[in-house]
């Protein structure tokens, strides 16, 4: 996931209003079985109220689009990989994003304040 082989929760900083690029192409199976991604916004444990939009969450490469309002909050994005094997076999990998106020929104809110 983003060039991070562990299985560890793995923490992330993006900027608030943009969109971050989510990467699981290394993700591979011993069998050679064909994989299927989802990856989705996991609400709860995370401290953004709002809503985040994954884009093109059923592929290996998936975008988070950060809400310019998400400054100083977290985001759990989680990333489920199952493969077509009999059974079907699924691990997932959670993803915590941080999100930082970006220079345009620190710009903007500094010429309020003048």
């Not at 064909?34 to 969450?57: C, D, I, N």
Request: net charge positive; hydrophobic share 35%.
């Amino acid at each position: 996931m983003n060039a991070d082989a562990t299985k560890r929760i793995l923490q992330v900083t993006a900027k608030a209003g943009e969109t971050m690029k989510l990467d699981a192409t290394s993700s591979s199976d011993p069998d050679g079985d064909k994989l299927a991604y989802h990856w989705f916004v996991y609400p709860e444990p995370g401290t953004y109220r709002g809503s985040a939009t994954m884009r093109r969450g059923d592929a290996a490469k998936a975008d988070l689009l950060v809400p310019a309002d998400a400054a100083g909050k977290t985001i759990h994005v989680i990333l489920q990989v199952t493969d077509n094997g009999t059974p079907p076999l699924t691990r997932y990998r959670r993803i915590v994003v941080s999100a930082r106020r970006s220079r345009r929104i620190r710009e903007a809110c500094s010429s309020r304040r003048s």
